[in-house]
């Protein structure tokens, strides 16, 4: 039995050994295969994100006029910050008709019909249409307007902008506006030099023989003012109202009618109340006054400033050790007269 036993094991032995190796082949294959698919999967997962980043990238655009970036993919939501025509942008992806971009750091979205992807199309664009993508527009409506590189009258000027040029608003700060113009310059003026629509040309050029005495006294207010904005900042001091960068509220209104129109309107608010008295008027509420109009307070303390509309005076105040300009509601009684001043120095001259 024991060498039947022995004889049977021994005979069993190479089917044994084939049943084994074809067993190892099957695992080996079955190995081999396994990671070809994994290599193919791990293929298609790239491919599928190259694809993805594909569709939602497509590297640098370039904006191809003046418009906001916006902090959602929508024209209701906020506006981060406005770029002019012609400048490059990451894009980042794409939400409906909106690109979703990368500018200096922050992330944002301009509407797509603003955006290409060829830099020269850009400034073409921007050239042709003149105007700002998402943006309201004004025009400038004086004469010799700075455009100022920071919201305040000590920063250095960008450029001097002409009457009714067209700009586009972005912002307002305070009392001042922040505009992009035609070329892609952006910077800030004085709101007060902001009209709401543009005035038509002059029919002829007759006009322009003689300058009614209502044009120049709107001129004389228009250059007092723009004189006095200048003056924002200068230190109150009646010792050294004559020097430069200081002034006291009498000084502060003669030099910017002196500067208008080169008359002197007096050098005190007591020689300047009896020198243009035909011109003082009863003030009940400060909307009386007309812009460019000069405003007294002639009871106790005397005191002087510029009317700039909306209830604002820009006036050098003691009590604020500076040119500055203060608004005052309709109740207010503190301003008691009113002065045409730039109808006293056009009839003066």
């Known amino acids: 039995m024991n060498h039947v036993t022995a004889h049977t094991r021994q005979a069993a032995g190479p089917a044994q050994t084939s049943r084994r190796r074809h067993a190892l082949k099957i695992r080996a294959a079955r190995r081999n295969m396994g990671r070809i698919v994994s290599v193919c999967l791990a293929a298609c997962c790239l491919f599928s994100v190259h694809l993805l980043s594909s569709a939602g990238s497509a590297g640098q655009l370039y904006t191809t006029d003046g418009v906001n970036v916006r902090s959602q993919p929508s024209s209701e939501s906020s506006v981060y910050f406005a770029i002019p025509a012609g400048t490059a942008v990451a894009r980042t992806g794409q939400s409906g008709n909106w690109i979703a971009v990368n500018v200096d750091g922050v992330d944002g979205y301009i509407y797509k019909d603003y955006l290409s992807e060829n830099p020269d199309a850009a400034y073409e664009a921007s050239a042709d249409t003149g105007e700002t993508a998402d943006a309201d527009h004004s025009f400038i409506n004086s004469t010799e307007v700075n455009l100022r590189a920071e919201a305040n009258s000590h920063c250095s000027v960008l450029a001097v902008l002409d009457v009714n040029e067209t700009v586009a ?6 009392n001042w506006t922040r505009i992009l113009r035609q070329n892609g310059q952006e910077g800030y003026v004085y709101s007060i030099y902001l009209g709401d629509n ?6 002829s050029e007759e006009a322009d023989v003689q300058i009614s005495r209502e044009d120049c006294i709107d001129k004389f207010r228009s250059l007092a003012i723009s004189y006095a904005e200048g ?10 109202r004559d020097t430069d960068g200081y002034a006291d509220c009498s000084s502060l209104v003669r030099d910017s009618f002196l500067s208008a129109s080169g008359i002197l309107i007096g050098n005190t608010t007591t ?8 011109y003082f008027y009863d003030v009940n509420k400060i909307t009386d006054a007309a812009p460019g109009d000069l405003l007294y307070h002639l009871s106790g303390d005397h005191h002087a400033g510029i009317y700039l509309g909306s209830g604002q005076v820009l006036h050098a105040s003691q009590n604020a050790g500076t040119v500055k300009i203060s608004s005052y509601s309709d109740e207010s009684s503190y301003w008691e007269y009113g002065c045409n001043a730039a109808a006293y120095c056009f009839d003066a001259q």
């Open 271 to 278: 020689d300047q109340a009896d020198t243009m008295s035909g």
């Open 231 to 240: 003056r924002i900042g200068d230190t109150y001091s009646q010792e050294l």
């Open 169 to 174: 608003v972005l912002s307002t700060e305070g």
């Open 198 to 203: 543009k005035p038509a040309a002059e029919e």
